[in-house]
């Protein structure tokens, strides 16, 4: 009998020793929360493992944090746990000695009601700094959209933690900066209007300005082949057949493109001057290219109640005027998707004179998602017609649509819509016409106005920022999501994605049954522990009872 519990005993030590040696070399983690927020996307793995140096963290979110913020603490750091697993990754400790002042970064100041009716206030640091090969890179982890409540926004900001740290270590890793151009030569926008869409850009590539043809000039069908995304924004004048050929075989060659184009031409200039404008459709030479990549921008104007308001003079005394706000349809504040990466819980964007858009094509297996609509109370303004800054007063019961696209991703295998044609002229290539794509995509905006930032007096506002309300919408984080989706080879941006269960508890139930919650789980343990011991006393006391 003793040589059976020997051996069992020898066996036993011997698969725990194997089970030892064995985790050292090989990790086995099984994620069992239902929206698998313990586990890292494979695009995230993949990136991992493609690091050669140490990747080191310093956290800046630390301190007498409240519980919402130690939640988003302990979330980054999990997050950071799972990362390590498959890169050199180390944690410097609370980030406590590290100034946020001295990077730049701005805190943000909480101001909680405790238990005493006391007011606290506690300023913390939702930072992360990042080193990889002598380069830093600052991780924002706290993601404030407004419109949400602080716990949807610490939600959210879990959600995006993943793609927030891949983002930045992939930027440390990049030995080249990715280049995107800006066409210019159709009456686009001055720099000073879109300044700050630069400034966005500038975080994650070259970016370069110019027109690609000159007229009577010749031109390689290849000149934007060295670009990794070519955006088009607010062009007034209509392309040549050249330039719509070089961009319809660039995105067959799998470029991508983010039009951001109006439908109508109008003049803001006399709409300011003389209180109306005329409105008719405006044609850049697009509508049969982009008929063919499968979306219309239609030569109208939407309206939504869900608007800007404009400052208006409501005094019959023009020495005394009394400026009222006033709602202004032709700026809707525009809904975002939850379906897409390139949107998901962000906010309202900005924008006005918008033209809506359709999808066309049927069943051309071109993946198309709306990304930017309208409100529930919307309607069409036709082409042609006029805008009136005195209509402020529009009947409501015109109102009829609901969710009117304005802005829509396009992701699949293009047709060329030269297909049946001839080469223009003065282009020069050495390959035939490429009639269809390789899988790329596309983004088509129908408002000039988002990507672009307002000034006052010479100094330049945040895109997405309105002077006469102070607010912040979120047309920054939009079109940088944008342009990342577009480029985007790696399948980063679809962390964006991830959802994490928000499930809040009820602060006044909790505070009302604070002290039972508090001597359950203490007392509950001890009590099992205590049944059980004494469960096997008495089995125990009998067994041993009936043997005597």
């Not at 993943?162 to 440390?172: K, T």
């Not at 303004?381 to 009947?395: H, K, Q, Y």
């Not at 006052?456 to 920054?476: A, C, E, H, I, K």
Request: include cysteine.
């Amino acid at each position: 009998m003793k040589k059976r519990e020997t051996i069992v005993l020898s066996i036993g030590l011997g698969v725990m020793l194997c089970a030892l040696l064995l985790s050292h070399v090989w990790v086995v983690r099984w994620d069992m929360t239902d929206d698998r927020h313990y586990s890292l996307s494979e695009a995230s793995k993949h990136l991992l493992r493609q690091t050669d140096a140490p990747v080191e963290v310093t956290m800046l979110l630390g301190g007498d944090l409240n519980a919402g913020f130690r939640r988003l603490q302990r979330a980054a750091n999990e997050t950071l746990e799972e990362m390590s697993v498959y890169a050199p990754i180390t944690v410097n400790g609370d980030g406590l000695s590290v100034s946020g002042d001295s990077l730049g970064l701005n805190p943000i100041v909480i101001h909680e009601r405790e238990q005493n009716g006391k007011t606290a206030q506690t300023t913390v640091y939702p930072y992360a700094i990042m080193k990889y090969k002598n380069r830093r890179a600052v991780v924002t982890l706290l993601k404030n959209t407004r419109g949400l409540s602080g716990e949807e926004n610490l939600n959210a900001s879990i959600e995006q933690l993943e793609f927030a740290f891949m983002e930045a270590l992939q930027m440390l890793m990049q030995d080249e900066t990715p280049r995107v151009a800006i066409l210019e030569g159709h009456g686009e926008p001055d720099e000073a209007h879109t300044y700050d869409l630069m400034s966005v850009l500038y975080k994650y590539f070259q970016v370069d300005r110019g027109a690609i043809y000159a007229q009577d000039t010749t031109i390689n069908v290849h000149v934007l082949d060295g670009y990794k995304a070519v955006l088009i924004i607010n062009p007034q004048t209509a392309f040549s057949d050249e330039e719509r050929f070089i961009l319809d075989q660039y995105i067959m060659r799998g470029g991508t493109v983010l039009w951001a184009i109006n439908g109508v031409q109008f003049s803001n200039l006399v709409l300011q001057q003389e209180g109306f404008t005329p409105i008719i459709p405006l044609d850049l030479g697009l509508t049969d290219l982009l008929y063919r990549y499968g979306v219309r921008v239609n030569p109208a104007l939407v309206q939504d109640i869900q608007c800007l308001p404009i400052p208006v003079n409501v005094s019959s005394d023009p020495q005394q005027p009394n400026l009222q706000p006033m709602p202004w349809t032709y700026a809707p504040l525009l809904l975002t998707s939850e379906g897409s990466p390139v949107t998901r819980s962000l906010g309202q964007v900005m924008s006005t004179f918008v033209s809506p858009i359709d999808a066309v094509g049927g069943e051309d297996g071109i993946d198309k998602r709306i990304l930017l609509a309208t409100s529930t109370a919307s309607r069409i303004t036709a082409t042609p017609g006029e805008v009136d800054l005195n209509d402020l007063n529009p009947d409501m019961n015109t109102f009829v649509y609901q969710y009117v696209p304005v802005a829509v991703s396009l992701e699949g295998a293009f047709p060329s819509a030269f297909a049946h044609r001839m080469v223009p002229e003065h282009v020069e290539t050495d390959e035939p016409i490429r009639k269809s794509g390789v899988r790329t995509r596309q983004i088509v905006i129908g408002a000039g106005s988002i990507p672009l930032n307002e000034t006052q007096r010479n100094q330049v506002l945040p895109m997405g920022y309105d002077r006469y309300t102070g607010m912040q919408f979120s047309n920054r984080d939009f079109i940088a999501n944008a342009v990342l989706w577009l480029t985007d080879s790696e399948g980063l941006i679809s962390l964006r994605e991830k959802s994490v269960a928000l499930r809040l508890l009820n602060d006044r139930r909790a505070h009302q049954e604070r002290l039972n919650v508090q001597l359950i789980s203490t007392i509950s343990p001890v009590a099992i522990l205590a049944l059980i011991g004494g469960i096997v006393w008495i089995v125990r006391k009998k067994k041993y009872a009936s043997k005597s």
